[in-house]
């Protein structure tokens, strides 16, 4: 029996680029999570008798968001719920399970690179039926619904069984256990030679992947040591745990300190990697080098052919406006089409659809293609590790071939973290109010050859997204951009993407720091940094 439960809306429920993300206390505040799962079933496209897909990153709180999902689904109509074990699903993997059954979309429970625990940050994010985040049009309908609702629906029934796989009954509902890992890896052994791989780690390859006692773990353990052979161990913190072992489960050179001291160590395996809470993010290290994510997106769209799934080669390439300019140079030697496209996964959902692109991928260490809609990192890790087989090369190698044959954008990331949101507000007001004054300035040997808020045309349905971040411009190809991020919880990141070119035959193998010292300080004088915030460095620099 449908049981209707008064309520009232909560202020602050907008979905940002990755759905709704709060402390875990805000979450647990009565009707807070109802009335968003409420409103997004209110408002999303599905006919009668659809598909649900629901799970997340095993996050503290995540089973009690999906016992509470489940019983306001069958109040709403839905004829199945598709549940991952344990209640477990990776972001890449609920996108698959999304489009292998026919699903009309998907509630993701994580709040991805972000810190899980009591104390600590939950999120939801809806995936339409393509197995994308949903799109600004159903985000801002579901956030104008968070405003006006006054009741949520729900059926009174036991908790379902999380742990063991079959179906089981909720009102007219039926919930599927579903096992998480076994679509998934299926996909993978479709797309890449295994065979090659397993061939590699017989001939003494070494690897590392720290999966940061994150979601990951399961299916980097299956794929890694069950199928392609690496030895056990080979995975470390593999068992997802709800406060993430403590860990702050973001792939970077801070968060994952132990893996880098690993791959820089005398004795360091071939390959590193890691993932992050939800398991859409990738790390790439070879022995003794750091590849930034926006030049793993460039060497992988370079070399992809070599893999079974992409042996036709690719349609184009797309890459969010802060991501280096590295993927450019190769799609411009591939002879393909280059799109750069705001920040969050999403904007590559219409690109994917219209088959106008086969890889895409963010700065913030998220790659992926066509084979789900969602960044996907395993997927990344077992790139590399089909190319570094077949090509029988080092990470190392690789990448100083890249940068002799299309050059190098040395490249970093500067975050600064927890600004009072009236700070950064004023730094950007500011900052866009001088981009007309700032071509032709120069600083140091940097000149501005142009500066601009970055406005994006979706070339496949005609929709614009403006003021995406500013963009500021320097003859030779070097670059500056600066955004606020919207994946936090509270107060403002400002993000700060520095970017400088050295072309064929300049000078490849620097330190990128050294490198970076003059856009770095040119920065701080466009933007003011220093004076809108007090603040002399950043907390996190990747």
């Known amino acids: ?152 629906l729900t059926v009174d029934a036991s908790d379902v069984d999380l742990d063991t796989i079959g179906a089981t009954r909720v009102g007219d509902l039926t919930v599927e256990v579903i096992d998480s890992v076994a679509d998934y890896a299926e996909l993978m052994e479709s797309l890449f030679d295994f065979n090659a791989v397993r061939a590699n780690v017989q001939n003494g390859f070494t690897m590392s992947f720290d999966a940061m006692s994150a979601v990951t773990g399961p299916y980097a353990t299956e794929i890694l040591e069950g199928r392609l052979g690496f030895a056990r161990g080979t995975v470390r913190n593999g068992v997802p745990l709800e406060d993430f072992g403590g860990h702050h489960p973001d792939p970077n050179m801070v968060h994952a300190h132990e893996l880098f001291e690993t791959m820089f160590a005398a004795d360091a395996p071939d390959f590193g990697a890691a993932s ?3 398991g859409d993010r990738n790390l790439i290290v070879g022995r003794h080098r750091f590849i930034t994510p926006s030049d793993s997106l460039a060497m992988l769209a370079a070399n992809a052919h070599l893999a079974p799934g992409y042996a036709n080669g690719l349609n184009g390439i797309a890459r969010s406006m802060p991501t280096s300019a590295a993927a450019d140079r190769v799609a411009e030697g591939l002879g393909l ?100 004054t700032l071509p032709g300035k120069s600083f140091g040997s940097l000149t501005i050859s142009t500066a601009d808020n970055f406005s994006y045309l979706d070339p496949v349905d005609g929709s614009t997204s403006a003021n ?41 193998d620097r330190e990128t720091p050294d490198m970076l010292a003059e856009l770095i300080g040119a920065a701080d004088a466009i933007a003011g940094i220093a004076r809108h915030t007090g603040r002399t460095a950043p907390d996190v620099v990747t």
């Not at 927890?418 to 730094?427: H, S």
């Open 1 to 152: 029996m449908i049981r209707t439960v008064k309520s009232t809306p909560y202020s602050g429920q907008k979905p940002g680029t990755s759905g709704l993300r709060k402390k875990v206390k805000v979450f647990q505040q009565p009707n807070y999570a109802e009335n968003f799962v409420q409103a997004v079933f209110d408002v999303v496209e599905r006919a009668d008798g659809s598909t649900l897909v629901l799970g997340g990153d095993g996050r503290y709180h995540n089973r009690e968001v999906i016992q509470q999902t489940i019983r306001i689904a069958a109040a709403n109509g839905y004829a199945r719920v598709l549940v991952g074990q344990g209640g477990i699903l990776s972001t890449p993997a609920a996108s698959h399970v999304i489009r292998k059954y026919c699903a009309s979309g998907g509630l993701i429970l994580s709040a991805s690179h972000n810190p899980g625990g009591p104390d600590e940050d939950f999120g939801i994010k809806y995936n339409i039926a393509n197995g994308g985040p949903a799109p600004e049009g159903v985000t801002d309908a579901i956030y104008a619904r968070t405003t006006t609702i006054d009741r949520w």
């Open 276 to 278: 992050d809470g939800d």
């Open 337 to 436: 089409p280059c799109f750069e496209t705001p920040t969050g996964w999403k904007f590559f959902g219409n690109l994917l659809d219209a088959g106008m692109v086969t890889i895409c991928g963010e700065e913030s260490a998220g790659t992926g293609s066509d084979h789900v809609r969602e960044k996907d990192g395993l997927w990344a890790v077992l790139l590399w590790l089909n190319i570094l087989a077949v090509r029988k090369i080092s990470v190392d190698q690789l990448a100083r071939e890249h940068w002799v044959k299309f050059g190098r954008n040395y490249y970093a990331r500067h975050d600064y973290e927890a600004i009072a949101t009236e700070q950064a507000d004023a730094l950007m007001a500011e900052l866009g109010q001088s981009l007309g």
């Open 468 to 508: 995406q971040g500013v963009r500021v411009l320097f003859e030779g190809g070097s670059r500056v951009a600066f955004r606020l991020s919207g994946t936090g919880t509270e107060g403002a990141t400002l993000r700060v993407y520095l970017e400088r070119y050295e072309p064929v035959g300049g000078d490849l």
